[in-house]
């Protein structure tokens, strides 16, 4: 059992370690790099130095994501914080040759640039700077060092009120209150309590969490470890898509790395509180990113929605007291506890504290992943740290909030982003996913694929979801093949109510978004496809759109 002290010694050691290197050579490791030869730069920066004998003086690490996805594989050298785009394994001698000289100019990723200085990062402040395969490089930038505080010097009740007073809302959508939610299952009564991490990231062009868990897995080990502390949990499942191999497998080793240093498991720190963590793989039932679908999934059972309330707080996990959070809330967790509620609740609105992170994915150059605080506008994220669309393409929507949300056009790009105005614009924050829509984008089409996406995974549990995702379906597909007329269209208005309003659980209460939204910015889109009294289709508007 390791000791407090003997962690720091840890630390210090890691620290020492890159001290002693002239410089220290990152290489985004995350899913996206690794997809375009990631590994192979890394392999080959490694050779370089032993070719050049470099290896008392420059170390190579496999890292986080960087963020800008859109330029990977992406190289950042420290100390200066050069960092290189597009890095190919045939770049990596002319870089390692040119560490001592000036940097490889055709390789340079400007860092003045808006995507970097114009971003705020918390939860991805270790991103792209550790590697996340390793707990000493973790610990080195103040990791567990929340916990050890937790553990040691706050009570339960203290642990929850700087997270209530933090202003921290969930970020798995819905904004719920996450000290109110701690708190809830901190006064349930039962000998046996669980906490749960959801990692169920299924929104269509959404890689948030996948991009967490990948960059920094200890950061979330600790939030669900300190939220145990809080609420009197001695058990925490972490319930991720198979979909993320490399994801599991770097959470694998920060579990083992973890209980190995005492900071899981029994006796943590050499306090009495036990910890344990396990891992659940969800088959991909986009369903499941429902609380209640997804205890059902880690009980054993077929993932589908049960009727709330009891609401997991009071009745979870074979009938205890759960508390579920999603990847990034218990992301923001450690930094909250490590430098105070005062210093998070400065950061970002009245009612939506802190920053946000974003999968940017579309039509604009700078796809990739940000984080930014609450409040900024939809023209800053999209125009300046998003460099804007390609050349000859312009903006017609975006959207955000993935099945579950809606297109907000033009209007809204000078609209703060955060839980109340995206709602007031007809669409949600959601889990992070933002979807850039240029003039060739045609709304119905976009409105059909999101409920098409949304009927396909149904649990089918509900009628009115499984038989009205159906039917809107049926009539999106009717209306873009030109077949359609006024009155299908004010059944589809129609439907759309009744969906919103009986579907058991949020997949079929939202899944209807997509088309209200385009229905109330985009109407003369669906008017034009329609057939008049004769069986003819408004052709002028189709040839203006």
């Keep these: 059992m390791l000791r407090n002290d003997e962690l720091r010694e840890v630390a210090e050691k890691e620290l020492q370690f890159r001290d002693d290197k002239d410089q220290c050579i990152f290489v985004c490791n995350a899913a996206s790099c690794q997809s375009n030869q990631g590994l192979q730069v890394i392999e080959a920066l490694e050779q370089s130095v032993k070719d050049h004998d470099l290896?008392?003086?420059?170390?190579?690490?496999?890292?986080?994501?960087?963020?800008?996805?859109?330029e990977g594989p992406l190289v950042l050298i420290k100390p200066g914080d050069t960092m290189y785009q597009q890095v190919a394994p045939g770049d990596a001698e002319e870089i390692v040759s040119r560490l001592s000289e000036a940097p490889v100019d055709r390789l340079i990723c400007d860092t003045d640039a808006p995507f970097f200085t114009n971003q705020t990062k918390i939860v991805l402040e270790n991103s792209g700077r550790i590697d996340?395969?390793?707990?000493?490089?973790?610990?080195?930038?103040?990791?567990?060092?929340?916990?050890?505080?937790?553990?040691?010097?706050?009570?339960?009740?203290?642990?929850?009120?700087?997270?209530?007073?933090?202003?921290?809302?969930?970020?798995?959508?819905?904004?719920?209150?996450?000290?109110?939610?701690?708190?809830?299952?901190?006064?349930?009564?039962?000998?046996?309590?669980?906490v749960v991490c959801n990692g169920d990231e299924g929104d269509p062009g959404a890689f948030m969490d996948?991009?967490?868990?990948?960059?920094?897995?200890?950061?979330?080990?600790?939030?669900m470890a300190i939220a145990g502390c809080a609420v009197g949990a001695d058990k925490g499942y972490l319930y991720v898509r198979a979909e993320y191999p490399l994801a599991i497998d770097r959470l694998r080793t920060a579990i083992k790395r973890a209980r190995r240093y005492n900071l899981l498991g029994n006796s943590i720190l050499g306090t009495p509180f036990n910890f344990h963590i396990e891992i659940r793989l969800g088959a991909g039932a986009f369903v499941c990113g429902e609380?209640?679908?997804?205890?059902?999934?880690i009980?054993?059972?077929?993932?589908?929605?049960?009727?709330?309330?009891?609401?997991?707080?009071?009745y979870g996990l074979w009938g205890h007291p759960t508390l579920i959070n999603n990847v990034e809330t218990f992301a923001n967790v450690a930094p909250i506890i490590r430098n105070g509620s005062g210093w998070y609740s400065e950061i970002g609105t009245e009612d939506s504290k802190g920053t946000k992170v974003f999968a940017m994915a579309g039509s604009v150059k700078n796809t990739g992943l940000i984080e930014v605080p609450m409040g900024i506008t939809l023209r800053e994220i999209i125009f300046d740290i998003g460099k804007g669309l390609p050349e000859?393409?312009?903006?017609?929507?975006?959207?955000?909030?993935?099945?579950?949300?809606?297109?907000?056009?033009?209007?809204?790009?000078?609209?703060?982003?955060d839980y109340e105005s995206?709602?007031?614009?007809?669409?949600?924050?959601g889990s992070g996913g933002m979807i850039v829509l240029d003039e060739s984008s045609d709304m119905v089409d976009v409105a059909k694929f999101f409920v098409e996406f949304c009927k396909s995974e149904s649990c089918g549990k509900c009628i009115p979801c499984r038989v009205g995702t159906a039917q809107m379906y049926d009539l999106l597909d009717k209306i873009t093949e030109d077949n359609?007329?006024?009155?299908?269209?004010?059944?589809?208005?129609?439907?759309?109510?009744?969906?919103?309003?009986?579907?058991?659980?949020?997949?079929?209460?939202?899944?209807?978004?997509?088309?209200?939204?385009?229905?109330?910015?985009?109407?003369?889109?669906?008017?034009?496809?329609?057939?008049?009294g004769n069986g003819k289709v408004n052709l002028d508007q189709l040839e203006d759109k």
């Design 291 to 297: 609380e209640t679908a997804l205890l059902a999934s």
């Design 392 to 417: 000859g393409s312009s903006f017609k929507a975006v959207q955000t909030g993935g099945p579950s949300g809606g297109c907000v056009p033009e209007q809204y790009l000078d609209m703060p982003v």
């Design 132 to 194: 996340p395969e390793r707990i000493e490089d973790y610990l080195a930038a103040d990791g567990y060092e929340a916990l050890e505080t937790a553990v040691t010097q706050m009570s339960p009740g203290e642990v929850i009120d700087e997270i209530s007073d933090s202003g921290l809302r969930g970020r798995g959508g819905a904004g719920y209150p996450t000290g109110l939610k701690w708190s809830t299952v901190s006064i349930a009564e039962d000998d046996q309590k669980f």
């Design 299 to 314: 009980e054993g059972r077929q993932g589908r929605p049960r009727p709330r309330p009891p609401y997991p707080a009071e």
């Design 210 to 223: 996948r991009s967490i868990l990948e960059s920094d897995p200890h950061r979330v080990l600790e939030g």
């Design 422 to 429: 995206l709602k007031e614009a007809g669409s949600i924050m």
């Design 55 to 70: 290896q008392e003086r420059v170390c190579v690490k496999g890292a986080g994501c960087l963020g800008l996805c859109a």
């Design 484 to 532: 359609a007329t006024q009155a299908d269209l004010d059944l589809l208005g129609d439907l759309c109510d009744v969906v919103q309003n009986t579907s058991l659980c949020g997949l079929g209460q939202t899944a209807p978004q997509p088309v209200i939204s385009t229905l109330e910015y985009f109407r003369e889109e669906y008017t034009a496809h329609l057939q008049d």
